[in-house]
Structures are given as C-alpha cells and as structure tokens.
C-alpha cells in the first residue's frame, strides 16, 4: 500500500489550500484515513480522521476551520484547510489504518505517505 499526498504550499494568513492523499493498493474503502502534522522542533500531531463510513474526527485546534473528506471511486482522502493561521505551518502527512474506524493515535495507522508541506505566512 502506498501513500502520495500533495497540495502543500505558502499561503497568506487567512488563506485555504487543499491537501490530497492517494492511496495505491489495498482496499481504500475499507480504511480510515487520518491527517497528522510535525511542525518545526514538534512532536507529530493528529489533525483529522474520517472512518470507512464517513465519521469525521478533528483536534480542537483545527475545529470549524478544516475539513476532511473520501472519495471512495479516486482512492482519495481530501483535507480542506480554511482560514490558515501561521500557527497551521507544518508538514502534514496522511495515514491509512487497517481499520473502518477512527482513531486519533498515530501509532494505529499503518501506512504513511512522505508529508506535504503548508507553510502560512502572517
């Protein structure tokens, strides 16, 4: 099973941008899929989930401002970041959990794609 997630980018404050993570292999449907983050000189943390039947999970941090999403037919998980605060600059990469449900502890997924970087300026 691979992971390549893309979309990363610099934006302004208050900017949106879109991440995408196509997962080859396996069986996309039966998967959940979560976003993580490492910011600079930080521990990797959980941003989003969506399980295997649409549930959606989200740090507090991220709350109201980002969404996340599947498309089932693209082997495509989606993470819609709205109002982007410098705050949000980090490496974020996708994982895909053996598992239909959601979890926000990385050490259950079992795939990881490379980290696309969002980088917010002030």
């Known amino acids: 099973v691979q992971l390549q997630a893309s979309g990363g980018g610099l934006v302004q404050a208050g900017g949106s941008l879109r991440l995408s993570c196509v997962v080859s292999g396996g069986t996309f449907n039966r998967y959940a899929m979560g976003w993580f983050r490492q910011a600079p000189g930080k521990e990797r943390e959980f941003v989003a989930a969506i399980s295997s039947t649409q549930f959606t ?3 507090d941090s991220v709350k109201g401002r980002f969404t996340i999403s599947r ?4 082997n495509t998980a989606l993470l819609q970041m709205n109002n982007l605060k410098p705050e949000d600059t980090a ?3 996708c994982a895909a959990e053996n598992y239909p449900g959601v979890d926000t502890r990385e050490s259950k997924y079992d795939y990881w794609g490379q980290g696309t970087l969002v980088t917010v300026s002030s």
């Open 91 to 93: 490496v974020y990469y």
């Open 71 to 74: 498309d089932n037919s693209n």
């Open 57 to 59: 999970h989200f740090a």
